[in-house]
């Protein structure tokens, strides 16, 4: 059956609307994935190189490896960065004995790195302070520096420079739980109970820095003091969880055994400073 002139032209024209609203669908497909898969991540990669941005969040991505750049050179160039702050933090650290004043920021320290029921309580600082101050050291930085780090201006200052982090120990003849809040100046082990960084300094190998320090530190209260008539330790040793171990193992120390002290829910385990090590020679 022949088609009249009037229903051909129709039908050209129903194409031409079809043909017409499938070229506008994948006009917008396509530009819903281009906005999804391309644009919107390059910006949020750009963002990344804000000054306020690069700073800290940055550096620490690229520490972990995080791929956030596409191109070798930002890769480089970060890294650079971070290595040279690293290591200007890590030259610019000093070491001294905690006194009282020192005590509230350790206490602020303490309080925000470790859960509720394993932080020291300020008295307890305070304690270890005035009868162990020898074995209380702190890690501090000029304020200038320090301040890089936290966006909040410290307040935590002893004239121009910021405690960043402690170790602190008591002496005792049995590794025990009371060991936390008891001093004997003639007990043969140094136990350490705090090892800790201030948040805004970790990952930058400051408690490898302080460790190191500590022990070269220690070394004269391994023996016999004329003056005091103390004694000398014979063995320095801590508790750590599992994800700690190869921190204290790549700092000189040994794993002897899961802790018999029960403490909170995790498994703890026992180290001991290979340093002050003295092998038992049985008959
Ligand atoms: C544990 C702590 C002291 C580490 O301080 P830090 O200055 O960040 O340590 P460093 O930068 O010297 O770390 C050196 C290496 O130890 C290991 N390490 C450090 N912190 C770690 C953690 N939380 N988990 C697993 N491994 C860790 C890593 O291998 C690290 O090297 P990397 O940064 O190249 O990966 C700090 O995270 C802290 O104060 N934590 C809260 C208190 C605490 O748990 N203290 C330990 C009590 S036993």
């Not at 819903?32 to 990344?48: D, E, G, M, N, T």
């Not at 191109?71 to 040279?84: F, K, M, R």
């Not at 030259?91 to 470790?114: A, G």
């Not at 003849?173 to 004997?184: I, L, Q, R």
Request: aromatic share 12%.
């Amino acid at each position: 059956m022949r088609r009249c002139l009037g229903c051909n032209m129709k039908n050209i024209y129903v194409r031409i609307l079809l043909f017409l609203l499938w070229a506008v669908t994948v006009a917008i497909l396509s530009t819903s994935f281009a906005v999804a898969y391309i644009i919107l991540p390059s910006i949020s990669k750009r963002a990344c190189h804000h000054p306020s941005h690069r700073h800290y969040h940055c550096w620490r991505q690229a520490k972990y490896n995080t791929k956030l750049y596409t191109s070798q050179e930002d890769d480089n160039s970060i890294q650079t960065s971070s290595s040279q702050q690293q290591s200007s933090v890590l030259d610019s650290i000093s070491y001294r004995k905690v006194n009282e004043n020192d005590i509230p920021t350790c206490f602020r320290i303490e309080f925000t790195s470790y859960p509720l029921d394993e932080s020291a309580s300020i008295d307890n600082l305070y304690y270890r302070q005035r009868v162990a101050g020898d074995y209380f050291w702190i890690a501090t930085l000029p304020t200038n520096i320090a301040n890089e780090y936290i966006t909040k201006q410290s307040t935590d200052t002893d004239e121009d420079t910021t405690i960043i982090g402690y170790i602190c120990s008591t002496r005792c003849n049995e590794f025990v739980e009371e060991s936390m809040s008891t001093h004997d100046a003639n007990g043969s082990i140094l136990a350490i109970h705090s090892v800790v960084v201030d948040e805004p300094y970790r990952r930058m190998g400051v408690a490898s820095a302080m460790m190191q320090n500590y022990l070269k530190e220690m070394i004269p209260f391994s023996s016999f003091n004329a003056n005091t008539r103390e004694s000398g330790f014979e063995r320095i040793l801590l508790l750590a969880k599992a994800h700690l171990l190869g921190f204290y193992v790549d700092n000189g120390f040994m794993v002897l055994r899961p802790s018999p002290i029960v403490h909170g829910s995790d498994t703890w385990y026992e180290l001991e400073a290979r340093q002050y090590h003295r092998f038992e020679c049985k008959p």
